[in-house]
């Protein structure tokens, strides 16, 4: 079945400086690819998404690339700051498939070091 | 919040009791989810449904069971058969396969 592979399980950075999070799937119709951020004892919440139409997408401070031919892709935060500490989770699934189910990688935990 | 509520958010149980949990949503979402996390670990996906009267075991379905006899309603019992059920439960709702919305969460205390 379908599987996401997340890198690395913990990340710490500096403020300020960049992080990187990478992520791999096997199923190669995954169309839709969410990155989710939970904090502490919270739920989780979409922080940016990407569909295999496009190769890349920014908002503000984090971007995502995708690429199709190595099933793989990545989260960028850039002048990361305190309040970015918190797990992240990758996702891939079929898009708008009726019997679609996300599937999540195993999580990130960034850091933040003042 | 999003639209999506599971009551309560804290719950404790003896040992051998069933327990249901609740999940509510008003987004008109057809696809609904239920993931069990434990501390510091992933998303672990038990039960889906993608449409009324209709649902599907997902990775860990042993020890649960589920309903879904309402669009907006989505509860999932947790049954004396779960040998480990204390845990961080989350409820999600999705148009199908696109982004999810999750609830508050249910902090489940077994002893």
């Known amino acids: 079945g379908e599987n996401v592979e997340q890198h690395p399980s913990t990340l710490s950075v500096q403020e300020g400086d960049s992080a990187v999070i990478k992520c791999t799937y096997s199923?190669?119709?995954?169309?839709?690819f969410p990155w989710y951020k939970q904090e502490l004892g919270k739920r989780p919440q979409l922080i940016i998404d990407i569909r295999s139409n496009v190769g890349e997408k920014k908002d503000q401070r984090i971007a995502v690339t995708l690429n199709k031919t190595a099933k793989h892709f990545s989260l960028h935060i850039t002048e990361t700051q305190p309040e970015d500490s918190a797990v992240y989770f990758c996702?891939?699934?079929?898009?708008?498939?009726?019997?679609?189910?996300?599937?999540f990688g195993s999580g990130t935990r960034l850091s933040i070091r003042p | 919040d999003g639209g999506i509520t599971q009551s309560p958010k804290y719950l404790f149980r003896k040992e051998g009791q069933n327990v249901t949990l609740s999940c509510e949503q008003n987004l008109n979402h057809d696809a609904m989810y239920w993931y069990r996390q434990d501390p510091g670990q992933g998303l672990r996906l038990i039960y889906y449904?993608?449409?009324?009267?209709?649902?599907q075991k997902g990775d860990i379905a042993e020890g649960y069971s589920v309903s879904r006899e309402k669009k907006e309603s989505f509860p999932l019992t947790v049954t004396s058969a779960q040998k480990n059920p204390t845990a961080f439960y989350l409820c999600?709702?999705?148009?199908?396969?696109?982004?999810?919305?999750f609830g508050p969460g249910t902090r489940l205390t077994v002893t």
């Open positions: 199923d190669s119709a995954s169309n839709y």
């Open positions: 449904s993608q449409i009324v009267n209709d649902f």
């Open positions: 999600a709702s999705s148009i199908a396969g696109d982004e999810q919305y």
């Open positions: 996702a891939a699934s079929l898009g708008y498939s009726s019997a679609s189910k996300i599937i």
